[in-house]
């Protein structure tokens, strides 16, 4: 059963925004912390975002600090990503991860239980 799924990806110029979202079926409240990956084809899945839902703590890699917001909605049981002043380099495709419990970093993939099937965002120069 897909716990995630994330939407709001696309085709956007440098200079522009996208959000991303991502439905959790479960709820966002099952999660103990939510965040966002990126991957290109034939590389590892890299950190962009995370958000601890009990403390509201936000942690960003530093290519995407300053330029890209994550927030949960509770109640739309929903993880965004708010994306601004986008450039080429970001282009890839994005996952959404959930974690059931406390971790010491959310930085890596093997942190996350959940993931969505990912969405894709290609920024054109």
């Known amino acids: 059963q897909v716990q995630l799924v994330e939407s709001g990806g696309g085709l956007v110029q440098a200079g522009g925004s996208l959000r991303l979202s991502c439905a959790a079926s479960?709820?966002?409240?099952?999660?103990?912390?939510m965040g966002w990956f990126r991957q290109a084809q034939g590389k590892e899945r890299e950190f962009v975002a995370a958000?601890?839902?009990?403390?509201?703590?936000?942690y960003y890699s530093d290519s995407v600090k300053g330029r890209f917001t994550i927030s949960i909605d509770d109640a739309k049981n929903t993880l965004y990503l708010q994306m601004n002043s986008m450039k080429p380099e970001h282009t890839d495709v994005y996952y959404c991860a959930a974690s059931i419990a406390h971790s010491a970093s959310y930085y890596y993939p093997s942190t996350y239980d959940d993931w969505g099937q990912g969405t894709q965002v290609a920024v054109s120069s």
């Open positions: 958000i601890a839902r009990n403390t509201g703590s936000t």
């Open positions: 479960r709820g966002t409240f099952s999660y103990y912390a």
